[in-house]
């Protein structure tokens, strides 16, 4: 989802988007599984987190601002969420109330009932339809590009809510992995692209899908199959319904989430992410040699690519710089001058590992450069002879419109400048990215069903140019001034 809320607020360098999701299918303690569902699904947001549950009846809410734990203080929290269903969403980090509208899961009333949605991804289209919406008479309550489906879904001359699901999906461009949750149902979807994961699970008789399979081993479920890019699924008592109403389109998964997003312990798109981390250090060893003393990990991104370059070069691992875990992702601290010292609230070097030492600095992306010069001068602070920086994918030149927090393409520092320039600018003695077929060679494909849009700038489904600058603006133009702090944010 595409929350647009923060961004007035926060200037316009930064926009937040990859999400959790997570929804439990019948089991007497359906809000109680997605709370820890929703803890294993942190890595993908910070910002706010939220569940809605069901009793078959009416739905039951709970969202806030912060992390899972943050939001959820006590047990009275979780007693409120009554039922045997419930979705619960962790989304991307940012700080600020002025989100709290945009925190979902989002749960509307209208004549069709209750309904209230989960989503990871982005729509491309959100603002063009927001828009036509508006000149029809819907008032939106919050800027999440997600509110539109909903909009849609009440509009749809569809009578049942599945069909109206699809019908309104069918109007949708763009990355969605959603849970639906009615008084009575609970539906998945994942868009024809595939953009995004979702998987399913089962733990007994109770189906659970979540944005990630790590967050099933936390509850002791049992990993069933993805949801197949295009296909919508309703979870019930008899099995799940699958359906493939959309029309296909070419398979084109996001290859980031291996690169970055997800969590090494997750199944994803049929792998083990952290062993596709590995071979692609062990790629990047093969492409980039280097004679060095130490292979350092920038942690925690860069350490299963450099546990796998350390095995291919037969150069020492090494953890040479510590991370502080209680700090957050360096990449969400709002304003460039407090991400610069936040790279220093997060890592410290351990000089007597590095000094005196040739280090090979491995990590799995350079955005903006910022974070590796301030990595890189550190290391060189701690007494490194050498530093040789190796990165586990290719040079990042396109901003993403699916779903993954990215830069514009004026600020990822590949787009401007060469292989050259990037490592004078972060003052590394060598610098070394895997190519595209080293990567596709550690993903274990052939050929490219993956959406590589980051790195060639080919978009699977084409961007409109006033669609690539409202990926920073939902709201239509008439809705700028509106606080959105007064949007309801209801608790049980
Ligand atoms: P930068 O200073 O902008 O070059 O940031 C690079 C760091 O950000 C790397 O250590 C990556 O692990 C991390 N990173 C890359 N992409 C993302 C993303 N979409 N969200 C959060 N962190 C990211």
Redesign the pocket.
Known sequence: MNGGGDRDRRGPERFQD?CGVFGVYQHREAANLTYLGLHGLQHRGQESAGIVSSNGERLFEFRGMGQVAEVFRGKKDLSGLKGRMAIGHVR?STAGESGLANAQPLRISCHRGEIAVCHNGNLINARELRSSLEKQGSIFQTTSDTEVVLHLIARSKETGFREAVIDSLNRIRGAFSMAFLTPDLLIGVRDPNGFRPLSIGKLRDTWILTSETCALDLIGAKPVRDVEPGELVCLTREGIESFHPFPPANPSSCI?EY???SRPDSNLFGKNVSLVRRRLGTELAREHKAEADLVVP?PD??VYAALGFAAESGIPFEFGLVRNHYIG????EPEQSI?HFG?KLKLNPVRSLIEGKRVVLV?????????????VSMIRAAGAKKIDVRISCPP?IGP?FYG????SRS???ASTQNVEEIRKFIRADSIGYLSMEGMFRAVGTAGNPFCTACYTNEYPIPVREEDQASRREVRSPRSKGRDNRRIVFRSV
């Open positions: 990859e991307y980031f690169i970055y997003f920038v991104s860069g992702r360096t990449f969400i991400r790279v990590d799995d992306s350079i955005v903006r450069g910022t974070t590796s010069r301030k990595i990042t993403c993954v927090d990215t830069p600020e990822l520092i």
